[in-house]
């Protein structure tokens, strides 16, 4: 367990897993999401009602990829193509991030698993709030335990933030390996940022080959 309490310290949850009471329900949910197998958690998130935001939007956006990865990419939250279809980074953001992957020899149906810090798309894309990830992030927990990931590569500001519990750049953290319960991570651009800011491209493809190294010297 201990690798858990970790992960929750630097999330902000706490470790404390004893049985609470009725009073003390985000907790004891916190609890029966860290027993979970993956049909378990799949139908946890496709039936959530933790945090307000799933009367706005289509549908849960759990995850995909392989479920036994040595890559783990999180994102933020669903947009509206992945509310829409139900899957992480589509559209455009979502080939661009294909096409990168490939040049490794990688895609998301093999040796990667791709999900976000919410399931749930937040009205107009803005940035998700305290609360929403703090309901969230027990789902988010729960898939690193299952995939356990020989990395985790944190796409964007605000899931490399959150991971890492810092208010820090991408620029500051872009280029070192960080450790998140043991495990590295590494920060690069979010892909639709990479559309907006084409020149950046040639970073986060650096960050790529860094990550790809970083694996094999793991």
């Known amino acids: 367990m201990s690798r858990r309490n970790e992960i929750l310290a630097e999330m902000g949850l706490s470790p404390v897993w004893r049985l609470r009471t009725s009073q003390e329900g985000p907790e004891k949910k916190s609890n029966i999401i860290a027993l979970m197998d993956w049909p378990q958690l799949k139908a946890k998130v496709a039936g959530c009602t933790d945090c307000k ?8 956006v759990f995850g995909v990829g392989d ?28 080939k661009l991030l294909d096409n990168m992957l490939a040049a490794l020899g990688l895609d998301r149906e093999r040796n990667v698993y791709i999900a976000n810090v919410l399931k749930c798309r937040p009205p107009g894309n803005r940035n998700p709030e305290p609360d929403e990830v703090a309901a969230c992030s027990p789902h988010l927990l729960r898939q690193i335990e299952l995939i356990r990931p020989k990395l985790i590569l944190a796409m964007g500001r605000f899931a490399a933030q959150t991971l890492l519990g810092t208010d820090a750049t991408i620029a500051s953290l872009r280029g070192k390996v960080h450790k998140y319960a043991g495990v590295p991570l590494i920060v690069t651009y979010h892909p639709a940022y990479l559309l907006r800011n084409l020149p950046d491209k040639a970073k986060a493809w650096a960050d790529l080959v860094f990550a790809a190294r970083t694996i094999k010297n793991s």
Not at 53 to 60: A, I, S
Not at 68 to 83: R, T
């Open 67 to 94: 479920e036994k990865a040595q890559w783990m990419l999180v994102g933020e939250a669903p947009g509206s193509e992945e509310d829409r279809l139900g899957e992480p980074f589509v559209g455009q953001a979502g």
């Open 53 to 60: 935001l799933r009367p706005g939007c289509t549908q849960t």
